[in-house]
Each structure stands twice: as C-alpha cells, then as structure tokens.
C-alpha cells in the first residue's frame, strides 16, 4: 500500500523517521541519574564475549548492503579496537580468501535471501568463523543459518532500490559497535553523544526530508546528463559510492562514488566545467581536507553541488560558484544516515523526471537468488 505516495521508494524514503524508531526500539536505554546510557541487542547479548575475542570482524555484503558496512566500518573499529576488514560477497567466493575461527564474519542483507552472501555464509561456516547475521527478514536463509543476529526491523520494503533498509543497517551496526566496544571511563562521552543522537536521529531526518523540492528543482537541471560523480571520504565515502548506486539503478544515469582521497589519482582528469559533482563535505575530522578538495575543483572550474552542514554554505563555497545542500549535523558516525537523504530524493525525483520506472528498474531484481 503505497498510501498517499505515488510509488514505493518515495514512500520509503519519507518512512525513514519512523523505520529508523522501529529499529531502534527497546534497543536504546537512556538510564537514570546514575545509570549509564546503553544499548541492547538481543540476539547478540549471548555472543558479545566471543566477538570481543575474535581477531578481525569481516562485514560481507551485495550492493547497498555493502556500502550501509562500509558507513559503519569506522565507528566499529573506533569503539571495538578490532580490526574490521570489508567484503563484497561475490569477490570473497571468486578469491576463496581467507576467513579463519578467530574471525567474526557479519552478513548485511535487507532481503537475508541473496544468493552471493549465503554462498559466503556457507563458506565461513566450513571455515569455523563465528557468523552473524544483520537482515530485515524474519525467518530468511541467512536468518536462520547465522549463528546470532539481530532484525533491523525497518519494515517491508518494496521499491528494487533500498532505502529505508540502508539507514536502518547504519543504526542497528551503530548499535553493534556500541555493543561490542567496552564501556571504559575513556569513551564514556563519546559512547553517551552517540547514543543522545540515535535517540535525536529520527528528527533530524524529518527535518533532512524537507528538503524534497530543493532536490526536485536540482534533479531538473540535470535531468539530461550523461553522468553524475559523488566524491566523499571518512564516514562519508559510504555516502558518495550509496548516492552513485541510487542514481546509476533508478535513474539509469552513470555516476560513480569516488574517495576524495583518490582524486588526484585519476578522477581529477574528469573535470570541467560541464560534468556535475556532488561533494559531501559535512563537519567532521575530515572538512578541512574536503574543503581543500572543493578549492581544487572550483579551480578547474568544476561544477559543484555541496552537500554541507547547517551555517557552512559561505566557507564551502568561497573560491567558485557551487550550489549548496545544507543537513543538519549530528555525530559524525552517524551523518551519513543524514547525508544519504538529500541523494536518494535526487535520485527519485531525476528518475521520475526521466520518465523511467523508479520501483522497478531496467534489468535489476529487489533479490537476486541466483549467482
Ligand atoms: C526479539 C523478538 C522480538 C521481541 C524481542 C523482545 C523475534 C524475531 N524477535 O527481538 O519480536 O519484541 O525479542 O525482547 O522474535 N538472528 C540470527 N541471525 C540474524 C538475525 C537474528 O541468528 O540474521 C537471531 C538472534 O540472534 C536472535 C533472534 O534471531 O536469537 C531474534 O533476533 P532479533 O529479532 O534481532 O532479537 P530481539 O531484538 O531480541
Ligand atoms: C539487489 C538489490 O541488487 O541486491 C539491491 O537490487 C540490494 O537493492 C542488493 O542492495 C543486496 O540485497 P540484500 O537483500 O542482500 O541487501
């Protein structure tokens, strides 16, 4: 039932302040004057001693399910201490890489049915890894065949291109690093901001979705491109390869995610002043590099669309002219759920305007069971 939206994805797209409620429900507890914040999961509560132990934490994905590991990857390894390695499915199987019993190997799925991630699942079973299952779908194969897990309960989703799913998976792998990372003196702060703002973060998305007409009059000037380049880095670099998938499968337009780090590597040769370029730029450790970035790409004459923080139009867009986005800022570890808005309105509404079928794209599958 798409209710008062006209297709699914528009719809799941304005769900998300209450998908991600639902994820986060009776998972988050804000204690009492003396009792610090914490989360629990309970589909982990059993295992945690043993993640804790393991060596590595492999996260292995397909598509957005990938990309929602690589936004959490960070604040993973930051809370854990653990080194996190990231696979796509596919390539795992064709290397046969090493997983080993000391490995913990979480499976992100929306569907928990596709194909290249339960083959990989297979695979680190026969390998002894502990597996851990992150999926919206109750009783899937990956579900059932995972050691533990936990649901990320965002509801159905029926539009090809995953949307509400993906923020739901940065949340509840949010929530993991919480789980899994120690409750020291050190980080207690950190761990209490994070947790203030995935109680916060439902808001800041209702207030990010009002930002649909902008991302509708920007779509219209480039509803004739060839190609559409995203740059990001940090927590962000997930933001850039998620927003060029979301345009690429619905909008059917090229468009590459690319680490801002690399840019000097190859992507640079690109620019000119007609090829668009989104640069996510929002507050964090990372701004002043991406606010050199910005200054290199204005100095070719690029053609800039920046995605920024509240209060920094002016100091991202000194030096060229640029169209600007402007999101809330909340904890960096979790800005990428916001930052991811604004692109998936992009991608709706250019799909729209080009006249193409936006809950079912050309060629593509919503799960794709066959290798
Ligand atoms: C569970 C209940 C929820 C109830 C809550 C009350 C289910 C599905 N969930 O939620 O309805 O409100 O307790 O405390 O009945 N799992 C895997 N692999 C996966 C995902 C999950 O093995 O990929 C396992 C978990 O380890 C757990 C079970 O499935 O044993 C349920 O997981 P989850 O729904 O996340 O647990 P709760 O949030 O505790
Ligand atoms: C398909 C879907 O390619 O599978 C994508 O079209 C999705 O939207 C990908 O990201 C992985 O699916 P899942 O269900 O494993 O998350």
Avoid at 193 to 222: C, H, T, W, Y
Wanted: net charge neutral.
């Amino acid at each position: 039932n798409k209710g008062n939206y006209e297709h699914y994805m528009q719809k799941e797209i304005h769900e998300q302040p209450e998908s991600l409620k639902t994820t986060m429900r009776g998972r988050l507890i804000r204690g009492g004057s003396c009792k610090a914040k914490t989360v629990l999961l309970g589909g982990l509560k059993d295992h945690l001693k043993t993640i804790r132990r393991s060596r590595r934490i492999v996260f292995i994905g397909c598509g957005t399910s990938y990309n929602a590991a690589l936004a959490a990857r960070p604040i993973l390894e930051e809370l854990s201490g653990i080194p996190v390695t990231m696979e796509i499915a596919s390539d795992l199987l064709d290397r046969q890489g090493p997983i080993y019993r000391e490995d913990t190997a979480v499976f992100v799925s929306q569907s928990g049915e596709t194909a290249d991630t339960l083959l990989a699942l297979e695979y680190a079973l026969d390998n002894g890894a502990l597996c851990v299952g992150i999926t919206n779908t109750v009783g899937s194969a990956i579900a059932r065949h995972t050691h533990c897990g936990v649901h990320i309960n965002a509801g159905c989703e029926i539009g090809v291109a995953s949307t509400k799913a993906y923020t739901s998976q940065i949340v509840v792998m949010a929530m993991l690093a919480l789980a899994i990372g120690g409750d020291t003196i050190s980080n207690q702060a950190r761990r209490e901001a994070i947790i203030d703002g995935l109680f916060d973060l439902p808001n800041k998305v209702r207030e990010v979705l009002k930002l649909d007409q902008e991302m509708k009059d920007l779509a219209s000037l480039l509803i004739a491109e060839q190609s559409l380049l995203v740059f990001g880095r940090g927590y962000n670099y997930a933001t850039s390869l998620e927003g060029a998938l979301k345009v690429k499968e619905v909008a059917l337009m090229h468009s590459e995610g690319i680490l801002a780090g690399e840019m000097k590597h190859g992507p640079l040769a690109l620019v000119d002043e007609t090829l668009p370029i989104v640069v996510i730029a929002t507050r964090d450790t990372c701004f002043s590099k991406q606010q050199s970035v910005i200054q290199q790409l204005h100095a070719r004459k690029g053609r800039l669309i920046v995605v920024c923080s509240k209060g920094d139009a002016a100091a991202v867009s000194s030096g060229g002219s640029c169209r600007v986005i402007e999101v809330p800022q909340v904890e960096d570890c979790l800005q990428p759920v916001v930052n991811i808005i604004p692109l998936q309105l992009l991608a709706y509404h250019l799909t729209v305007l080009r006249g193409f079928n936006v809950d079912q794209p050309r060629n593509l599958a919503k799960s794709v069971t066959t290798q």
